[in-house]
Each structure stands twice: as structure tokens, then as C-alpha cells.
């Protein structure tokens, strides 16, 4: 049997050096001892797979509502796509792989019922108590909200998984801000998330007719690989057509981060886990070329499907939703569970702060049937 000293051995051999060494991870905030034979972050990667959040990932949604089909990926089937890529370029990189992965699975835990439209609403009840971020609840998730260990709540995960949660959050809402760069495992992170989700919402808008060929045969990202799949299988079917293209396009994308990251390894001449802090730039990005192809999809994407009347449609339905749900809580917290409504009449927490977590914390199903229970005066409650 491989001991834990052996894997971190086999670490200093293989991975890069710039890599992020298990070895020498900044540890815990709660000191724990050491596992015989799984490394610190094959410990953090496992600690996200088993928790409460990651498994209500399963039924809450990526673009479409669960109940629109069961082809449409959901948020976990998202971060397991994420976590597939993010994997395949650390490993191609000699990146620490299990920090990657540990990363990938949290960075969506936060995630509200009804995808970004349920996060839009609840950060509009929450304005004036501090808002509300996905992103930021990944973080208050894996810290604090996760509840499970007899001695610190949260999960209590390494620095460095937390520092890669945490960098997600700081690429989109503070860019530019000052500070030291994250790991090059963190920064991969959020290049694989935008592949994925892209990718995959190309594959689910023309499975539901949002978006077809035709159109999409005006974005250069997607008409290249298209005539590709079609010169070298032209009897193809259009659903083998479809997925063969969104797999090259993958391809490409993956390839050019290997590709654009490691020249800018190269030029910032990184030797160490240090220079990547350091470095007075990101390393892991896309080339220019790419990046400009790369946002003309994701504008397309959009115009034509995030902002199609389907999907509008269901934003202002999920938006009652979560409105009701809300306010039905805030003026009489004792229809509340247990847990958050000890927390309030405890004054653990604010009301309005307990509520945005529960609420955050339902999956879609479970907020549908929340709301006709509380609403529908023929509904068993």
C-alpha cells in the first residue's frame, strides 16, 4: 500500500516546479493529523464530494429547469465537467492534479435553485444586507455553513483550496484588484469553467432548439470545427455532427490554454510555486486569437439563448419564486426549519442572512414544492 509520504514523494518527482507540492501545503486553520496513505488535497477533494452542497448540485440548473428535460446538464454535472478539463490541463501541465480537482468540484457551491436567475434575485432581497454572490457562498459553504466535524464547522480545507475558491470569486468581481497571483491549479480552474460551460451549453441550446446551425455557422469558433467534423465525416447525423464538433471545440480551447500557458511560463521565466505568485501577470490564459473567437461565441450565446423568451420566460417564474419564498420567511420565521430558525431566534445570524442561506441552499425541486405548500392552500404541508 502507497503511505501518504510515498504519494507526496512521488509528487516532488513527477510535478512541475512550479506545482503546487502537497508537501508543502500552509495547512489547515484547524490543525488535524495527517492521513496515512491520502495526500492533504486528496483529503479536500473527497471532503467537497461528500458534502451536503455538492450533492444537491445534482438538482439545480445549469441553463434549463430540471423539469425540461433529463438531457440538460445540471450544476454538478457542469462541475464534473469542469473538474474533467481543469484535470486533463494539470496533468498535461505537471500541475498538482488533486489541488485542481478540489477546486473544481467547490467553485460552484454556492449556486442557488434556478442557476444564475434564483442568484439575481436573491442578491436584489439582499441589497442592503450585503448582497449576495455565488461565489462568495462557495466560500461561506466550505468555511462555515457545511456542518459536520465535532470540533470547527465548515470543512475545514487547506489553504490552498481555499485560496483557489476564493480567486474565483476575485477574477470576476474585483479584476485588476492588487495582491500576489493564486496558484497556477487556481487559475486553470477558471479557464476550464468557461470552456465547459460554453461547450456544453452549445450542445443543450441545439438539443432544445434555442440555437441551430445555420446560425451558429456565423461564429468563427464554431463554423471551423464544424466544416472540420463534416469534410471527415460528411454521411455524419446532425446529433454525431453536433457532439463532434463541440468536442473539437473543446479540444481546441484546451489546446490552446496548454499552448499560450506554457509560452507564458516560459517568458516570465517561472521556476517555482514563488514566481507564479509573483508573476506580475496570470500565466494560464488563452492567446489573443482565441480569446477574441472565444468571446464572439460567448456573445452569441447570449443574444440566442441566455436571452431567448424560453428562458426569460422561466426567469420570471423562478423570480416569484424565490420573491414568495422569501418574504413568506421573513414574516413569520417559525414556518422555518429547525436549523434556521434556531439560528434566528438565537440571534446566531441575521434573519434576512439565514434565510438568503437556506433559501440558497434548496434545490430546484425542492423550491418548487417549498413554495406550492406554502401558497396552495390544497397542498399537504
Known sequence: MRTREELENIELQVLAPYAQQSKTSQGRHYAEPDHPYRTIFQRDRDRVIHSTAFRRLQYKTQVFVNHEGDYYRTRITHTLEVAQIAGSIARALRLNQDLTEAVALAHDLGH?????????????????DGGFEH?????RIVTYLEDRYPLFQGLNLSYEVLEGIDKHRTRYDRPGGAGEQY??????????DETAYT?????????????NFEGLNEVPLWKRNF?????LYPHLTRDKIKYQTVRQIIDELVTDILNHTMERIGKFNVMSVQDVRQCP????????????????????LFDNMYRHPRVTRMETKVAKVIQELFHLYEANPDILPATPRDKIKNKVEPTRRVIADYIAGMTDRYAIEEFEKLTEPSMRV
Open 112 to 128: 442557488t435553485p434556478f442557476g444564475h436567475s434564483g442568484e439575481k434575485v436573491l442578491n436584489e432581497l439582499m441589497k442592503n
Open 135 to 139: 461565489n462568495a457562498q462557495s466560500y
Open 183 to 192: 496558484t497556477l491549479e487556481a487559475q486553470i480552474v477558471d479557464l476550464a
Open 199 to 211: 461547450a456544453h451549453d452549445l450542445d443543450d441550446g441545439l438539443t432544445s432548439g434555442l440555437l
Open 227 to 231: 466544416d472540420k467534423v463534416k469534410s
Open 281 to 300: 501577470e496570470e500565466l494560464a490564459a488563452f492567446s489573443d486569437a482565441c480569446r477574441v473567437d472565444f468571446l464572439t461565441m460567448k456573445k452569441y
